[in-house]
């Protein structure tokens, strides 16, 4: 990345495993903190074992003539067959774009056809088997004519290696004002899960979740026990993970207030419930406590993590779901060996098997907050660490875990940011990290 960036910020936003010392990581560089632009998407490739250089997604360096692109998402289902979305900013205006990879090849990327009155990116991305994606991303528009120009969200399916024409997702509900897809996932091909939020006319955010059924997209629900009460602002998701057709877990939160859970179990959804446990972490301050991510690894069994303010302290926590029923939230361990005060939060979350996660993020140094990484093995949840290696990079700054992915128990790659001197959007330079 030292070749690419020579100056700027950049951040990893994703990275996917399909088996161990084989992923892909991608994001932004050469971005500018002080314009508030991201610079240029890239994406990286682990080769047995081995980070190779970062590369400029192809075909996009001469569309992106603002210097305002990323990768949001990246999904690999095999070695060598991976692909990613994200945005760039040409002469006029965003556009949402996809790339894909094969045989270990990046390929040009493909832009959309989609366009609007305010951005334009592919937010979420999944991917069920090589050449076989789904990619769900958002206009930034407002109104409710049900055309991709102005409908707000979309969808794109990729089918045995062919890219068709985005559609928006059908049976828009009335009267909403804006709205995003936060994520997809995909168990099988032609069977995918889209999940995000709206604006609706009483300026409220709903949270809606929308299914692929062999092949075609359904209505838009919204997730039952999400409704906010009079004058709320509402709710929004965090993260979507679907093990099998038909059963999926939403995590999301009130804004302003505590996280929840909804699953679906054999093709229907259920009610929304609060994250168990948080008012015995937090006590009265539990109403603060968010979800930030999730993984599901099988049916009823997956694991979610957060943060919440204890006594004006940010702590981070994980919860499990173990067969069908959710556990007490509980902090997340070792956090008071790396930090007094226990302070930090999880940002990335990474499920292979029931019972075996990882997960990272970030807690308070003596000076700047650092990065760090933890297991669960065998349903434990083992002591946080400081990422391996990071002292020798991260002098000054902030540091921090901003995407994970493991291929199976115990062998993880994570990417994150160090050297960040601003809060936000940007971050300082990247790293990669294994476990193995």
Not at 10 to 33: D, F, K, L, R, T
Not at 136 to 143: F, R
Not at 253 to 278: C, K, M, Q, Y
Not at 395 to 417: D, P
């Amino acid at each position: 990345m030292s070749a690419l960036n020579h100056s700027g910020v950049a951040q990893v936003n994703s990275v996917s495993c399909a088996s161990p010392g084989y992923c892909s990581a991608g994001g932004s560089y050469g971005g500018n903190i002080k314009q508030h632009t991201y610079g240029q998407p890239f994406v990286v490739n682990e080769v047995n074992g081995i980070w190779h250089k970062a590369i400029p997604v192809p075909g996009v360096v001469a569309l992106n003539t603002r210097k305002n692109g990323f990768i949001s998402s990246v999904s690999c289902t095999r070695r060598g067959d991976c692909t990613a979305g994200g945005r760039y900013l040409g002469p006029h205006g965003p556009r949402a774009f996809v790339v894909d990879e094969v045989n270990g090849r990046w390929r040009r990327a493909i832009t959309l056809d989609v366009s609007g009155l305010g951005d334009v990116e592919v937010s979420a991305l999944a991917c069920a088997s090589p050449g076989n994606c789904s990619a769900g991303g958002t206009t930034s528009a407002s109104g409710t004519t049900p055309t991709l120009g102005l409908d707000g969200t979309f969808v794109a399916n990729e089918v045995n290696g062919r890219w068709h024409k985005p559609i928006a997702i059908p049976g828009k509900l009335t009267f909403v004002y804006g709205d995003w897809i936060q994520s997809v996932s995909c168990p099988s091909a032609g069977n995918c899960t889209a999940a995000g939020w709206y604006l609706d006319g009483a300026d409220q955010y709903q949270v809606f979740v929308a299914s692929e059924v062999h092949g075609t997209w359904h209505h838009y629900m919204k997730v039952p026990g999400t409704t906010p009460a009079p004058g709320a602002a509402g709710a929004q998701v965090a993260s979507l993970s679907c093990p099998e057709p038909g059963s999926c877990t939403v995590a999301g939160n009130f804004i302003g207030g505590a996280g929840f859970l909804a699953s679906e179990v054999n093709g229907t959804w259920h009610n929304a419930r609060s994250v168990p446990g948080l008012i015995k972490l937090y006590g009265p301050g539990s109403g603060r406590a968010q979800v930030d991510v999730l993984s599901c690894p099988a049916a009823g069994i997956c694991s979610a993590g957060g943060a919440g303010l204890d006594a004006g302290t940010v702590k981070g926590f994980v919860v499990n779901e173990v067969n069908g029923t959710w556990h007490n939230a509980i902090d997340v361990p070792g956090m008071r060996r790396l930090n007094p005060s226990g302070s930090g939060l999880v940002s990335a979350l990474s499920c292979p098997a029931p019972g075996n996660c990882s997960a990272g993020g970030r807690y308070l140094g003596p000076k700047w907050s650092r990065s760090f990484v933890v297991d669960e093995v065998n349903g434990i949840w083992h002591n946080a660490i400081e990422v391996p290696g990071m002292s020798a990079l991260h002098r000054s700054g902030t540091a921090q875990v901003t995407a994970l992915s493991c291929a199976r128990a115990g062998e993880c790659s994570a990417g994150g940011y160090y050297g960040a001197t601003s809060y936000g959007l940007f971050a300082g330079q990247i790293f990669v990290v294994n476990e193995r």
